[in-house]
């Protein structure tokens, strides 16, 4: 096409030199130029469009700017050009073309012309707020806009009206434009399909969207961008990751990334997946901050683009990048109401309440039926988890537009987490009124799990703590989490001097459930979250049975409960999540995150979080990162400065600070510096660990140039270059790409050997079955005065195969050396000691090999079982205690658990918890006891068997024997028959030894 424009352009050139000289040298106008001229000048107009539609700007600008130098009155290329402006983010150049071109057409009295320049020049001024300007080029075009004749008028001159706020005109508007013939030009039935869309005709959008698709291809051979990315955009608002009732998906991504194939820097579509990415956490395929980089990096300069960073950055609670996105919006664009909308959100967050409610005011006044400006406010609070402060902005934006269905689901949002459940799904109930047909997989799995709670759970109040749980789990739970979560609450209140409001806590026996309620969606990597007066937790009886820990839940949760009370919300994700975590461990050391391998990878990496992006962490795939980063950071602040300066930042953030602001208080410090301390505490953190990262193959390769293909000559640059070389090596062998691995280390080779390329050599040959080859390049590194974790559990491994425990005790201790508590349960030199104790009948050392691995696993149920069953035979009777202690704060629904636990208790002279314990083994539903194995969708609990074997008569009852007895319990359980004896020997002794315990406290009473 380049060859193409160019002989076109110079028989133009020679064609305007002959009628000059025929014309005495007056120069001839473009437009007056013969039909074929004039047919070949629109051939590249037409041409450089599709070009600009496509993404190729600097292609589709060099043909227009040749045109404009031959006739700068060609205001049709100036039009197309003003459309160039635009797309490359000048719409205040875009405007002055479009304005010149508009008055061209007029003046060449060109009615076509007159109408694009002026739809064109309202979307200019309507994208920089200038409402009042648009609404004068309204009224110069006059008639050239006919929105009973093409719907593209009816579209522009209605978003005109909208921001007038003069609605029912927009409405007709709308039905004018929706009702439009457009004799299949696909600009016209876009128009048409937006017209339609505004004014809630989805159906017929959606059919009129398709025949705009299949009138461009039959026109260009080629799909439009536009078109996928308002399909796109139809769908989300329709289905929002709901299924249709067909069974197949309207898949809101593949019409985004259509349009990103046709068009690859297409705002539209690229504004749109963001919008859909930060709707749905679950998507995976590109994180929202990526598609928010590409659109900044893309688009710097448009204000929706500013306006979606800004949204983003207040969301994050990231204040400063707040700040800086709406000051560019404001200097394009300061009257737009979105802009405004924005500025008086975070004038809100920042607790500068007078100007917030000011420009609330104006814009009310400007639109007084237009509830948005309320809504985003009260979304944004929503998002910072500031719930109480959301509902009234919410409650104004649904009394200025009763009809607008997002803002009743923001509304019902805020009210669920407030604890206010009952109105949240009148609220729910609203919006699906109000929606128009539109869909909502959030707002429909939000009133599901509702519903599910309202009608399937109990309520139990316990002074200011209220507990949601299933009937049949009540017996049990309410033994230990009341008195666990006041006691929590207590201890939590008094050292950070701050007492909560009532909570309410949530717990579900489904992780779907949980996960719904928590976020909305299923899937949620977690198993509890606190909004304040209400923490979600997950049931000790859930599908992770015996795989988590509730009380660590419980404890984490409820200090989220303090701080955002203490900080009303205030403080960023990152610091309350990572008290949380440090608060774990000082209850209990066992529980910690044991994510130090992730810590090790991440130092390697470059890829520790800044203080200032850690909040972006929480949404998006690093979020279990996220929890332990910021426990460590919090830590690390901890030691530095003492606890009280904690509380002093949650204060700091509850007057309004920001994070700088807040730091330089509390820290005297800065956001930078303390990354640069972090980074110090990291390396303390990993100093006793031996082992090669996990690199990241792209990072490592992409440095690969900078190292160069000889040795350097400076003799001080050796050491990095090769360490460059060896990460290379290593990341691709942790690719699986041997060649790449070898490759590398041949770069290396007329070097001295060093442990790391050793130990890599080592595992190259042992992959290729050279054991022999191998083993002696590991032990070499060794002796070289190298360690590596993986190292020396290969070589205790190969030594158990060889037949040598003595060799494999040996690796495997300096393995647990070098890093203890290994988090994989298949390559943990733990786990390896026991079996091998175990093996050579060495049992005190198996039991405290486990003792060790327990330390590092808190929610690892039978390894503490069988520790706890060994101190109770070993006569330590408080060591078995703890430790059945600690079963129970993994599953408490074990019959077998409270036996034993209370043996132990009554042996340590505990009688009071011992008796405790006996109660509750004989309340334990057998229907939801693990140990009999028996699941039972609605199970009886023993109490109301028992109460049906008094109906059957006592005195029969009494006659029969304790066999006979569990045979008819069993029965009326239905449970297998199978095991009956013991299952009867079992009740006859917790009987008997919660006598014996009854007996010995009644004794220890009058004794005193």
Known sequence: ?????????????????????????????????????????????????????????????????????????????????????????????????????FALAEEARDARATASSARALIEYHLELGKTDLAALVLERAGAALDPEVDPRAAWWISRVRRAQGRREEERKLLAQGARATTDNDWEKLLAKARCERAAGWYERASKTLISAD???????????????????????????????????????????REALRLNPIHEPALLGQLELYQYNWRRRRRSASDILDDLLTLHPNSVAVQLAAAASALDAGQLPRTEFFITAAEKLAPNRREVRTERAALAWVQHD??????????????????????????????????????????????????????????????????????????AFYKSKELSGGRL??????????????????????????????????EAVLEVYLPKFYAEAREDLARRYGFTPSPTRIEIFRQHQDFSTRSTGFEGFPATGVCFGPVVTALSPLSEMRGAFNWARTGFHEFSHVIHLGLSHNRCPRWITEGLATWEEQQRDPSWNRNMRRDLLDARANGAIIPVRELNGAFRGPRILFGYYQGGLLCEMLINQHGFGPMVRLLEAFDRGLDLDAAFGEVFSSTPEEVDRDFLEFVDGKLSGLRMEPRWNVDRVRGSRLSLGQRRPTN??????????????????????????????????????????????????????????????????????????????????????????????????????????????????????????HTARGENELAMEARERWLEWNPADFEQRRIVARWHFREGRFEESAKRFSELNDIDPFRRSLHKEWGRALAHANRHREALREFDVALLVPAGLDADLGAFLEKPPSEEVVLMAMVEIGAEENQKLDDVARARLLDELLGLDPAGVEERAEERAEIVEWRAESQQALDEASSAQ
């Open 353 to 426: 309440r007078d100007m917030a409610g000011e420009i609330l005011e104006q814009l009310e006044a400007e639109d007084p039926t237009d509830g948005r400006p309320n809504r985003e406010i009260g979304r944004h609070l929503c998002a910072l988890y500031r719930f109480a402060e959301a509902v009234p902005f919410l409650k104004a934006s649904v009394a200025l537009d009763e009809y607008d269905s997002e803002a009743w689901t923001q509304l019902g949002r805020a009210l669920a987490n407030t604890g206010e459940e009952e109105p949240a799904l009148l």
């Open 715 to 836: 003799e001080g640059e050796v050491e990095a270059w090769r360490d460059g070389w060896l990460a290379l090596a290593w990341a691709s062998w942790q690719a699986h790409n041997r060649i790449d691995a070898e490759d590398a280390l041949r770069m290396i080779k007329d070097l001295d050997s060093v442990p790391r390329e050793l130990f890599l050599r080592g595992e190259i040959a042992l992959s290729l079955g050279k054991v022999e080859a191998a083993e002696e390049l590991m032990r070499r590194g060794i002796e070289l005065g190298g360690d590596d974790y993986r190292v020396r559990m290969a070589l205790g491994v190969l030594a158990l195969q060889a037949r040598d425990q003595d060799v494999a005790l040996v690796e495997f201790r300096a393995a647990e050396a070098v890093f203890p508590g290994f988090d994989d349960p298949d390559l943990s030199a733990e786990r390896s000691l026991w079996n091998l």
């Open 214 to 256: 299949k009138a461009v291809r039959a026109e260009v051979g080629r799909g439009e961008a536009d078109v996928h990315a308002e399909l796109g955009s139809l769908f989300f608002e329709v289905y929002r990751e709901v299924e249709s009732s067909t069974g197949n998906r309207h898949s809101v991504a593949d019409e985004y």
């Open 440 to 473: 909502d997989g959030w707002r429909k799995n939000m009133r599901l799990v509702l519903e599910r709670i309202r009608d399937e759970c109990v309520v139990a109040d316990y002074d200011v703590l209220s507990f949601v749980w299933r009937p049949d789990a």
């Open 1 to 101: 096409m380049e060859r193409r424009v160019i002989t076109i352009r110079s028989w133009i050139k020679g064609t305007v030199f002959a009628v000059t000289l025929l014309l005495g040298g007056a120069m001839a106008s473009a437009q007056d130029e013969d039909p074929e001229l004039a047919a070949l000048l629109s051939e590249e107009r037409q041409e450089a469009d599709r070009m600009r539609r496509s993404g190729q700007l600097r292609a589709a600008a060099r043909i227009l700017s040749e045109h404009l130098a031959d006739d700068p009155s060609d205001y049709r290329a100036l039009l197309l050009s003003s459309r160039l402006e635009f797309d490359e983010d000048r719409p205040l150049k875009a405007a002055d073309q479009a304005e010149r071109a």
